[in-house]
């Protein structure tokens, strides 16, 4: 079973994307206090996606 042919790893190979992008505004040095804020957030969703994708596979996630 390859990574693209579960659905399940899709949602959490675009949820890793997204929530990798989303740390791209709070790294520079004079971010706002939106982006520190939006970090947690990229956080969240960046480790939602790994889950996805870790536990989309058959047998016992690692």
């Known amino acids: 079973m390859g ?3 579960s659905k399940k790893a899709l949602v959490g190979l675009v949820l890793m994307v997204v ?3 989303a ?3 709070g790294l520079s040095a004079g971010a ?3 982006s520190v804020y939006g970090l947690a957030v990229a956080a969240v969703v ?3 996606g790994t889950y996805l994708v870790g536990t989309s596979g058959d047998g016992r996630p690692v």
């Open 3 to 5: 990574l693209l042919s």
């Open 19 to 21: 929530g990798t992008l």
């Open 23 to 25: 740390f791209l505004p």
């Open 32 to 34: 706002e206090a939106l």
């Open 46 to 48: 960046l480790t939602a």
